[in-house]
């Protein structure tokens, strides 16, 4: 049984659960089963039937996150070609990513907070909205659980890559601009892969929200929470 | 072994993945070293990407010298993210007993994000229009 804990076996898991999961998203065409949902849910089944533990699996699994931050540094890329734009529109930029910014902390906090969440669990949620590295950084900063943090900044990501559009549609958003710049907003990384699905363009301004919000979340939140008296 | 001309190409080819994936990871450093000496509470990855967009629009890097393990990058990003939310198993115990306000406020913020964003967006937008055709009759 030796094997089983082995980092490359378990590498080699992610990846067969997640093409599997592709596979399987890709013959049914429902958008419910998300490759990247149904693969974590399978991912921790099989550890749980094996009884490894995230720690051994996160042996092999580091590998994979060591990928995050050279990803997020390409999105250099998309943004630099639509820097004409986003310079015609710095004005609307940049007070709608403040609202966005200021909206998302307040309301999670109030609905956590009516429904009776714990403080700490509170805290974890608060920059649930960005890029991981920054939700974790700043979810340390202010008293939550940073592993709790991580895992819900990546179920709101995969949740905002599946339903945005959806409400994007429902809230009558028309300008593909703002569209982009609010699957970003909302859904940080995951949010602009869905988005890159449908254009580079899209793609291009959803990292330019996550790259905005995320700047904000980090200077703004500590500040936002004392202000609205949660931490 | 001598390098043919015929070799030359590849080993000096700005297409190369190497090469391509040496210039992601320089700016990743850059952001990294920024972090360090400045003590700022920024991820390193987005000061890497700020710093590639500004060297592209500086010329100093061209697209195609990154294009392809950028494309294929950002193109698989959800991927990535897999490990990190196998980490949920971690915190199943909070979760479980919780789970009502941690749904309910992650999927309503999310919502209430992208309306907000979406329409101050619009809003602003129109607002300058309007305001810019304004000037323009007046100045007629």
Known sequence: MEFLTDKFFLIAVTFVFY???????????????????????????????????????QEGGAYIDFWL?????????????QLPTIRKQLLPLLVSELCGCVAGIVSV?????????SHEVIMSLAPKAVTTPIAMEVSSAVGGIPSLTAAVVVCTGI??????????RLSRIKSPIAQ????????????????????????????LGLTLNGLLTALLAPFILHLIGAY | MKITEFMWPYYYSLHNMIVQFGILLSF??????????????????IIGMLLLTASLKAGVVKPRHVERLSNFLVHNLGFFFVPAGVGLMNCLGIISGQLLPIVAASVGSTVIIIAVNGQ??????????????????TEL
């Open chain 1, 19 to 57: 093409i599997g999961a592709q596979i399987l998203q890709r013959r049914t065409g429902v958008t419910l089963l998300n490759p990247i949902l149904i693969s974590i849910a399978a991912i921790i089944c099989f550890l749980m039937l094996l009884d490894i533990d995230y720690d051994t699996y």
């Open chain 1, 69 to 81: 931050k050279p990803a997020v540094v390409a999105l250099g890329l998309p943004l630099y070609r």
């Open chain 1, 109 to 117: 906090v109030v609905i956590a907070q009516l429904l009776g969440a």
């Open chain 1, 159 to 168: 949740f905002g890559g599946m339903a945005g559009f959806r409400i994007i």
């Open chain 1, 180 to 207: 982009g710049l609010s699957m970003g907003t909302a859904a940080h990384a995951v949010g602009t892969s869905a988005a890159m699905e449908r254009s580079e363009r899209y793609g291009a301004f959803s990292s």
């Open chain 2, 28 to 45: 990743l450093a850059a952001g990294e070293f920024i972090v360090w000496l400045t003590g700022v509470n920024i991820p390193s990855s």
């Open chain 2, 120 to 137: 101050v967006h619009s809003y602003v937008r129109r607002r300058l229009a309007r305001r810019q055709q304004l000037q323009s009759q």
